[in-house]
Structure formats: structure tokens, C-alpha cells
């Protein structure tokens, strides 16, 4: 299991995300990661089944500025991926697990695609899931598809200059909140970094809804 935490700010979103994702420290022990866009795509990610969240990013998120990003906490999978693609470059962070990975990242490869990105010697899941959604005519589209053709659930969140694209797991198993506040909007897997960021509870995703 991961945790997951978007956000998108007036302001610069850089504090909110670190600290919104940090508490999430309890759902991963491999690996985190934190990617905001600002005039580029800048993306940070550490291995901190040794050390602690905060001690890893607390450097890197002063030289990360943007109004709108994305952070996980990975108990498998290096992430945020990040893929320039026929829909434009986005960054993707996931939670949840793929029954049939091998299967279709075997269906891929022979179909010409190529993985960059490996866990642990075997497929990155994270990257698998975002050659699954550019397949489709747009970037929802594209996640209704990979829905379509996975084995197991995936929760995401993905960041492009339109936004962050919200997508629970057609299961229901990882739950997605949506909060507000008077200057952000933010998209959590855990409603326990809501509170202290000052986030009030707006709307949980249904099973398979995309916001």
C-alpha cells in the first residue's frame, strides 16, 4: 500500500505538499517522492526505508516552486514517473496493487513498448500504469481503459499543466478525499493531513470516479 497527496494552491504549494504527505509516513517504507510544476517539472525522490520522510525531502522542497503537485509515500515502487507523451508531459504517483503486471507489461514489450524504470529488478507498476492511460484518446479516456485492463486496484493522482487528474481504484479499496481551503484544493488518501494544513473535508471519490 501507498499514500498518496496532490494539491493545487493560489500560492506556492511546495510546504503544504511536503508536510500533507508526510502524513502518510505510516503506509510506506521504500520509498518517497514529491514532484511540483512550476515553469518546469520538478521531481525529487528518495529511499527512505533507513531514514525518515521529513529528513530526506526537507532540503529539496526549498528548491521546488509551482502552485500545483503531487507526493507519495511507496511501500514497492520508485515514483513520481514522469512521461512525455502524445497528451503532454505529466508526472503520476499511484497506490494499490496489479495482479497482472508481468502479464501486460510481456503484452507491451512485444507490442514495441519499453520499461526504463525497475523495482527491485522487475517492473516499475507506477510506470506500467502510465503506458496504460497514453493508449487512450485523452488522459481520462485513457485512465477508463487502464481500469479496464488491470487486475487489482490503482488509485492515482496525475499532474499536468492542466492540473491534478484524481482517479480512485474501480474497487474501492484506497479511498481518495478531496479538501478545500480558502487559497488550495488537495486530493488525500489519508484525512489525517488535512486538519493541521487546514483543509476541511469536501467530498469522498467514489469507486472508479475520476475529478
Do not use: W
Not at 487489482?152 to 478525499?177: E, F, M
Amino acid at each position: 500500500m501507498s499514500g498518496i497527496f496532490g494539491v493545487v494552491s493560489k500560492g506556492d504549494c511546495s510546504e503544504t505538499l511536503f508536510y500533507g504527505i508526510d502524513y502518510h509516513s505510516h503506509l510506506g517504507t521504500e520509498f518517497g517522492g514529491m514532484a511540483i510544476l512550476g515553469e518546469t517539472f520538478q521531481r525529487h525522490i528518495h529511499n527512505i526505508s533507513h531514514s525518515q520522510f521529513k529528513s530526506k525531502f526537507f532540503e529539496d522542497r526549498k528548491t521546488m516552486t509551482g502552485k500545483k503537485g503531487i507526493s507519495v509515500i511507496s511501500d514497492n515502487n520508485e515514483q513520481p514517473i514522469y512521461l512525455n507523451s502524445k497528451h503532454g508531459p505529466f508526472c503520476l504517483v499511484t497506490s494499490g496493487f496489479i495482479e497482472n503486471t508481468e502479464e501486460l507489461a510481456l503484452e507491451m514489450m512485444e507490442r514495441g513498448y519499453t520499461f526504463s524504470e525497475v523495482t527491485k529488478g522487475g517492473i516499475n507498476t507506477t510506470e506500467l500504469i502510465a503506458k496504460l492511460i497514453i493508449q487512450g484518446s485523452d488522459l481520462i479516456d485513457g485512465i477508463e481503459k487502464m481500469f479496464d485492463k488491470i487486475k487489482g486496484s490503482c488509485s492515482l493522482l496525475l499532474l499536468n499543466r492542466d492540473g491534478v487528474y484524481a482517479a480512485r481504484d474501480r474497487l474501492g479499496y484506497t479511498p481518495l478525499i478531496v479538501g478545500t481551503r480558502d487559497d488550495a484544493c488537495a486530493v488525500t488518501s489519508e484525512t489525517s493531513a488535512f486538519p493541521n494544513n487546514r483543509f476541511k473535508i469536501a467530498k469522498y471519490l467514489e469507486p472508479g470516479e475520476i475529478v
